[in-house]
């Protein structure tokens, strides 16, 4: 486990991320890519990165969809139309819309240790947030199903995560930012914008990060390797 750093202080807020942070998200994602792959691969012929083509589409509709598995299943529907040149069958389509409900309605399954890590938090005396980013429905779907948001004084779903909206979401619990201590799974939307205000992270990986997220940093933070050592090391900050 880092050590902490030297003068840091007790935060007044912690925000914690939902998705691969409280409840295991991506790795349904992958599971989904593997057999969408395994669909289309015959459509195209082994040449083409089916992965990488349904990224791109992804990326590309961000802007109109959002995160989320609704956008998600458009984006596959539209890569589906062209890496068949339009050949896709209703089958085909019908089998990418189950597979998205299987996402849609797949159980909340929380990651090892958060059950028992988020009420110790809370019971400590800490101000929890949770700040998750996605689909509006889906996500207070899941918040509701984890049986955690009793815990939270306030639940912000948000579109994404950048400096401007960890910036409101601070404004509205009515703390600063270099009091404020974000908790998450990925570098790009838990950390540096964090970070970008003044705030402080923890970055906790999961196994599993979705492409979109990984970025290259030279900037120094600490890494915990689970959730259930964030308790440990606040008592360490004094």
Do not use: C
């Amino acid at each position: 486990m880092p050590s902490a750093a030297e003068g840091a202080r007790r935060p007044a807020l912690i925000g914690l991320d939902g998705d691969d942070t409280l409840w295991e998200s991506e790795v349904h994602f992958a599971d989904v890519h593997e057999v969408y792959r395994d669909v289309f691969t015959p459509f195209v012929g082994d040449g083409t990165d089916v992965d990488a083509r349904l990224y791109a589409t992804e990326r590309r509709n961000l802007e109109l969809f959002g995160y989320g598995a609704k956008g998600f299943i458009l984006s596959m529907i539209e890569t589906a139309i062209e890496l068949s040149e339009g050949a896709v069958t209703s089958a085909e389509i019908t089998r990418i819309l189950a597979l998205g409900k299987g996402l849609l309605s797949h159980p909340v399954e929380l990651i090892d240790g958060v059950a028992d890590t988020v009420p110790t938090l809370a019971a400590a005396g800490y101000r929890l947030v949770l700040v998750t980013k996605g689909d509006l429905f889906h996500q207070e779907q899941k918040v509701a199903a984890s049986g955690l948001a009793d815990h939270f004084e306030q639940v912000a779903i948000v579109s994404e995560k950048d400096e401007r909206t960890y910036r409101r979401v601070l404004d509205g619990v009515g703390v600063e930012p270099e009091d404020f201590l974000m908790v998450g799974n990925t570098v790009r939307s838990d950390v540096l914008p964090v970070l970008a205000i003044g705030g402080r992270a923890v970055q906790v990986p999961h196994h599993v990060t979705w492409s979109h997220e990984v970025v290259e940093s030279d900037v120094e933070f600490p890494v915990l390797s689970r959730l259930a050592d964030l308790p440990g090391w606040l008592e360490s900050l004094g």
